[in-house]
Each structure stands twice: as structure tokens, then as C-alpha cells.
């Protein structure tokens, strides 16, 4: 059974700093893209950083580029987001994703943890 578990939200400053975590079990993490996604209350999700298995591509979206970076730890099976510079914009509630080499193989989701950012 796949499982990815995010821990490090909470509540920061405007200016403050948070690591995320995502810990995944249940499948061969080396051979996963790594993505962080987000969702805002009444907006969609969207894509916040990706990074791929081997940590050679990283991807960002335009609103955290030079504030955030995304890492992994494959001996860990563990992928991280580093927020630095936090703005209020970027309350939202934090999810991983683990997409396979495969077109034809299933994603999987974190159930997310919430950052809020206060001004």
C-alpha cells in the first residue's frame, strides 16, 4: 500500500521559513517524480515544484522561483520543500504527489498539510 505522509505546515510570519517533508513508503521512490502541489480555499490546486527521480530536473512554478526549493533523499524515500521568504499568498494547504515513469502508472497523493502565513 502506497503512502505518502507530509509533516512541517504551520502557522510562520510574513518573511518566515518552513521545510515541508513527504515521506513515502509502499513504492520504489527512485523512480518517481516528486511534485509539491497547493491549494488555496477557493482556488484549484496548482503546481508548485517538481523534481525528478534521479534530482537532475527541477521545475518551479513563476510565484515561488528564487523563495523555494524542492529536494530528495532517496535513501530516505523522503522529498522536501524549502520556503523561504514567505508571503501571505502562499497560505495554502501543501500536498506531495509521486507520478511513475509510466504513462500508465497511477498517481499517488499526500493527504497535505496547511501553511499559513500571516502578514
Known amino acids: 500500500q502506497v503512502q505518502l505522509v507530509e509533516s512541517g505546515g504551520g502557522l510562520v510570519q510574513s518573511g518566515g521559513s518552513l521545510r515541508l517533508s513527504c515521506a513515502a513508503s509502499g513504492l520504489t521512490f527512485s523512480r518517481y517524480s516528486m511534485s509539491w502541489y497547493r491549494q488555496a480555499p477557493g482556488k484549484e490546486r496548482e503546481l508548485v515544484a517538481l523534481i525528478s527521480p534521479g534530482s537532475g530536473s527541477r521545475k518551479y512554478a513563476d510565484s515561488v522561483k528564487d523563495r523555494f526549493t524542492v529536494s530528495r533523499d532517496n535513501a530516505k524515500s523522503t522529498v522536501y520543500l524549502e520556503m523561504n521568504s514567505l508571503k501571505p499568498e502562499d497560505t495554502a494547504v501543501y500536498y506531495c504527489?509521486?507520478?511513475?515513469?509510466?504513462?500508465?502508472?497511477?498517481?499517488?497523493w499526500g493527504q497535505g498539510t496547511q501553511v499559513t502565513v500571516s502578514s
Open positions: 504527489k509521486a507520478r511513475g515513469l509510466l504513462v500508465s502508472d497511477p498517481d499517488y
